[in-house]
């Protein structure tokens, strides 16, 4: 069995050397140096020294990246003194790093006899990515060959045939000359040389077919490693982070036997790192408030390695207060990426504050310190798994707790794609992207408030999806869904359990290509993945499933919030059960009030205060039909949730019924006015009258 801290050490020599050099050559370029790439480097540096737990090379990186965020932030400018600094704490990660190496002092000598025979010591070997990737393209060079050789076959039979026909038209005109015999010969000649060089060809055709086989098998072999060289060190490096920030955690990490390709792991290293980080540090949160929300004592970071139909998916999940919308909208504004919002606006969906959490600079931590708190860490996850072509999805878990699911094609070589035509120019997308092909009928398109949509079966359920031309949503100008010869085309798209169907001229192929980076400041990087060279063609622009439903959440957020393109899982309850939304800040009364709806057979989702259950309620996550709210909550009482519910042209029609220990005349005067349709005390709380006031409303 291999060592797998031996690997690991062995991996972090040569990485850290990586980070080190390209630091120093940053240094030297002066004031050319890209400071957000000399931070980045630093803070992979000291993930990575985590990771294999190596504490003094971690700490003196910590120091390393303080120093380079305050060149990142502008507070300190690269002259002299600086470079000089900087070139100090190089040479201290070195010296500790070396010290971690040196081989311990030899123990006396003792009696060798009956010594066991020693474990087969595992070799590595440093493989220059860039020579696998060029063995990698010359096996699908090679594969394109193969298939040119069948066209071969095809004419070198139709030679034959031809052969075949002349000699017996010739045998058929023949005279009695004297050469005729001699031509007749020679045709039988060429007919049975055909033959014979088209059964050698299908024979060497088969032979190359095997060796490509096991060329193919020999390749996947040097460039595929289970998860476990790349990740194996991370449990322990999250129970070590977990244990220094005095937070008591159960980690759980499963998969780590997935094999997927050695690149695309190594390029998830810093990105996975910083996700379990994140974990660690937004997960974190006071005992007393863990025990009130009825958790157990231990934050529990689980992770999760998994491959599927040709992608790796790695999820990441915790179970702390999850994500801080309303933190994360005030440091988007902070940041330029969304205008502040107008008191008594609808606030922005959870779909689309989520999506900022992963700009730079973007961070709803309290202050900044070894764990978190600059908002780099969500962007390089971004960055990384853009350049796979990869979906990064943040999610908020139900009733607590935050997910990261990371999804990226188990090669970094060629994929299949789906190539659709869009106002005369090809682009493509990954197959494994695409939901559905559909071909629809013109006349049955529907419109929801003026935009087009279609009624699509999805896992059972008939779902209204919005129609979207995809060359709009390249461009950012309004088109009209293109429709020939009395059809759509289009491909549907999902996101989670929203969907959306792209509207395209025409569906044109599916083959397997390579996707090359596309380095072009013209086009929006958020969308666009790459491109793919065509023969004698332009090349075509290779977009990212993902972001391009994502975008349309972003610029529709009131059809989003609608619930217009969502499709309830196969594992929700069942779709006759009406669904009610309980809010209230106690865990207790939280769990009462859903013991005795769900008893009745309601579907039941919770929310902690009235800020969480209006961002469910335009989320469109679900469609609630009824809301049993308390009055006293934090961040938003149940009076300021009803007025923004009764305010709000989506929602208005939504039952409210408040609950709360406040008897006062005045309080249920107010929230009767406010157009509460029932207001029942808990201090004459009777089941039976909650469950007689949903009746009568639903």
Request: hydrophobic fraction near 45%.
């Amino acid at each position: 069995m291999p060592d797998i801290r031996r690997q690991l050490l062995a991996a972090f020599d040569l990485e850290h050397r990586e980070h080190l050099q390209a630091i120093r050559q940053a240094i030297a370029a002066g004031g050319e140096a890209d400071a957000r790439e000399i931070f980045r480097r630093a803070h992979s540096l000291k993930g990575a020294a985590r990771a294999v737990d190596l504490p003094v090379v971690e700490e003196q990186a910590h120091a390393l990246e303080s120093l380079c965020a305050e060149l990142m932030d502008g507070a300190r400018m690269l002259d002299a003194a600086t470079a000089a600094t900087l070139e100090g704490l190089l040479d201290a990660v070195e010296d500790a790093a070396a010290a971690a190496y040196a081989p311990p002092a030899p123990k006396p000598a003792e009696t060798t006899a009956a010594a066991p025979a020693p474990e087969e010591a595992v070799e590595l070997v440093r493989i220059d990515v860039e020579a696998v990737a060029g063995l990698s393209r010359a096996m699908q060079t090679l594969s394109g060959d193969v298939l040119d050789h069948g066209a071969i076959d095809e004419d070198l039979r139709r030679l034959a045939s031809d052969a075949r026909k002349l000699e017996r038209r010739w045998r058929d005109a023949r005279s009695a000359a004297g050469r005729v015999r001699e031509v007749e010969q020679g045709l039988k000649d060429l007919s049975r040389a055909l033959n014979e060089l088209s059964v050698r060809r299908v024979r060497a055709g088969w032979a190359l077919d095997q060796g490509l086989s096991d060329l193919r098998g020999r390749v996947e072999e040097i460039s595929q490693a289970p998860a476990e060289t790349v990740f194996g060190g991370f449990s322990s490096m999250v129970r070590d982070i977990a244990r220094e920030a005095g937070v008591p955690v159960d980690v759980r990490v499963s998969g780590l036997e997935t094999r997927a390709d050695r690149r695309v792991l190594q390029a998830l290293k810093d990105p996975v790192m910083h996700l379990l980080r994140n974990a660690v540090s937004h997960g974190r949160e006071a005992p007393e408030a863990r025990a009130a929300a009825g958790k157990p004592d231990r934050l529990t970071v689980v992770m999760a390695v998994s491959a599927a139909s040709g992608r790796l998916r790695i999820e990441i999940a915790d179970d702390g207060p999850g994500p801080d919308l309303a933190r994360l909208e005030a440091a988007a504004v902070d940041k330029g990426l969304m205008q502040p919002r107008p008191e008594g606006a609808p606030a922005p969906t959870p779909e689309e504050l989520l999506a900022h959490a992963f700009a730079p600079g973007v961070s709803t931590a309290q202050g900044i310190d070894r764990l978190a708190g600059r908002g780099m860490g969500l962007s390089v996850v971004a960055e990384a798994v853009r350049k796979l072509r990869g979906e990064l999805r943040l999610t908020a878990g139900r009733p607590w707790g935050a997910r990261v699911v990371l999804s990226t094609p188990l090669s970094a070589a060629r994929q299949s794609l789906l190539f659709v035509d869009i106002q005369g120019r090809q682009a493509a997308l990954p197959s494994l992207g695409v939901r559905r092909l559909l071909r629809l009928d013109a006349t049955t398109l529907e419109t929801v408030e003026g935009h087009p949509a279609a009624r699509i079966a999805i896992d059972g359920d008939d779902v209204i999806v919005p129609m979207v031309p995809l060359s709009a949503l390249l461009t950012g100008v309004a088109a009209e869904v293109p429709v020939h010869a009395g059809a759509v085309s289009a491909v549907l798209l999902s996101h989670g359990r929203r969907h959306v169907a792209m509207a395209v001229d025409a569906l044109c192929d599916v083959r397997s290509a390579l996707v090359e980076d596309l380095d072009a400041d013209d086009l929006d990087a958020d969308l666009i993945a790459g491109a793919v060279q065509l023969d004698d063609q332009a090349p075509a622009l290779a977009l990212d499933p993902d972001a391009l439903v994502r975008r349309w959440l972003r610029d529709q957020r009131h059809l989003a919030a609608g619930g217009l393109g969502f499709a309830e899982s196969a594992d929700d309850a069942d779709e006759t059960a009406r669904t009610i939304l309980v809010v209230d800040d106690s865990i207790t009364t939280r769990t009462l009030e859903k013991s005795i709806l769900e008893a009745q057979g309601y579907r039941v989702l919770l929310a902690v205060d009235g800020l969480d259950a209006l961002n469910l309620l335009r989320s469109g996550q679900a469609i609630i039909d009824l809301v049993v709210a308390d009055i006293e909550m934090p961040r938003m009482d149940g009076f300021s949730l009803l007025q923004a519910v009764k305010a709000d042209a989506a929602l208005a029609a939504t039952p409210v019924i408040l609950m709360t220990s406040r008897a006062d005349a005045a309080d249920v005067r107010r929230g009767l006015d406010l157009g509460a349709e029932a207001y029942i005390t808990k201090q004459k709380f009777d089941q039976r009258e909650l469950l007689a006031a949903i009746g009568q409303l639903l």
